[in-house]
């Protein structure tokens, strides 16, 4: 048995994959024993039979050649959304921890080892954040975790920094999915990634909840991965990502702060998503930014919604408030710059 899977979700990746595998399976040294399983979602531009042909190990080969971990690949017929492809890896995963890793990445030296030693450090612990780096300008960062204030806006902590002042393993509000290793048992006490999101910060509400349960997630600098990442395509605010981050900003809310919460929160909320409404109207995409809105509070107040709520339990009030310092901390975080 495995101690790490690594699950990459892949969609017409092909122009990614060869640097991305390559920088996985080779240059790990001292990394626990660990597997890699692709999960495509309909691709079409030939990763499948490209996987199949270089890297999938073949029935009749050993079980470990030349060092290099075994490689495993599940084919969807069609695109079924990140959300439904990571949990399909993690529930095929036969190890006791989860490494998620976009295919638009090279990791680095280190990686597999620096994010398992990270995770091992504390029971309590649920997700380790790697230190993704931006491909074009590997000396700025990407993330370093994610971050998540009261005024709804969730962001990553540190883009577009020196690489160089992040380099302390801290404590974050959730690890970016895109690559980042999880406890895998506790995907049975808090639920898998919520499939409704479909993509777009459903790692911001899988972190969220875990904070709820009295779990933690960290950022650890020695597991380091360049990402190509929206930045460096030319893609970062677009018409699809707008309606399904809007969406998805208000089911995180709802879904996860009781009621009291809501209230307390809700004259924060309002100013933050008239910023944020205006600033997409600079950019001609107001209106669909209002349309993900409205889709996020009608699938809230919805059956999705209901059967998702994360339900109060007074033996969780600790964590809600500290979550709710966390809330106030990082819009201070914002202004000052950290």
């Known amino acids: 048995m495995k101690e790490v899977t690594v699950v990459i979700p892949n969609y017409n990746g092909m122009k990614y994959l060869p640097e991305c595998m390559a920088s996985l399976c080779q240059?790990?040294?001292?990394?626990?024993?660990?597997?890699?399983?692709?999960?495509?979602?309909?691709?079409?531009?030939?990763?499948?039979?490209?996987?199949?042909?270089?890297?999938?190990?073949?029935?009749?080969a050993p079980a470990e050649e030349g060092g290099k971990p075994q490689v495993r690949l599940i084919a969807l017929p069609e695109n079924t959304g990140f959300c439904h492809a990571?949990?399909?890896?993690?529930?095929?995963?036969?190890?006791?921890?989860?490494?998620?890793?976009?295919?638009?990445?090279?990791?680095?030296?280190?990686?597999?080892?620096?994010?398992?030693?990270?995770?091992?450090?504390?029971?309590?612990?649920?997700?380790?954040?790697?230190?993704?780096l931006m491909w074009d300008k590997p000396e700025l960062l990407d993330d370093a975790g994610d971050r998540y204030c009261v005024l709804g806006w969730a962001y990553s902590r540190g883009k577009g920094r020196p690489a160089v002042d992040y380099d302390k393993n801290v404590s974050i509000f959730s690890a970016c999915g895109g690559a980042a290793i999880y406890r895998r048992q506790v995907f049975e006490e808090i639920g898998y990634f919520d499939e409704a999101h479909f993509a777009y910060l459903e790692d911001l509400d899988i972190g969220y909840r875990a904070?709820?349960?009295?779990?933690?997630?960290?950022?650890?600098?020695?597991?380091?991965?360049?990402?190509?990442?929206?930045?460096?395509?030319?893609?970062?605010?677009?018409?699809?990502?707008?309606?399904?981050?809007?969406?998805?900003?208000?089911?995180?809310i709802g879904k996860n702060m009781p009621l009291l919460q809501w209230i307390l929160n809700l004259p924060f909320f309002l100013l933050g998503f008239g910023i944020k409404f205006l600033f997409f109207c600079k950019k001609r995409m107001g209106k669909l930014y209002l349309k993900g809105l409205a889709e996020g509070w009608k699938r809230t107040v919805g059956p999705v919604g209901k059967q998702a709520k994360v339900h109060f339990q007074w033996s969780h009030l600790w964590n809600y408030?500290?979550?709710?310092?966390?809330?106030?901390?990082?819009?201070?975080?914002?202004?000052?710059?950290?």
């Open 321 to 338: 408030v500290k979550i709710q310092w966390q809330l106030y901390l990082n819009v201070f975080r914002i202004l000052m710059k950290s």
């Open 211 to 252: 904070r709820i349960y009295g779990y933690e997630n960290r950022y650890e600098p020695t597991a380091s991965v360049l990402h190509y990442g929206s930045a460096s395509t030319g893609s970062r605010y677009n018409s699809r990502k707008t309606e399904l981050s809007s969406s998805n900003n208000i089911y995180v």
């Open 27 to 60: 240059g790990q040294e001292n990394a626990p024993e660990y597997e890699v399983l692709i999960i495509d979602n309909g691709s079409a531009d030939g990763s499948v039979e490209y996987l199949n042909s270089e890297w999938c190990r073949k029935k009749e």
């Open 86 to 132: 990571v949990n399909l890896g993690i529930r095929e995963a036969r190890s006791s921890y989860v490494i998620l890793l976009n295919n638009d990445t090279r990791v680095e030296a280190g990686f597999v080892k620096g994010l398992y030693d990270a995770i091992r450090k504390d029971e309590k612990i649920f997700s380790v954040s790697a230190k993704m």
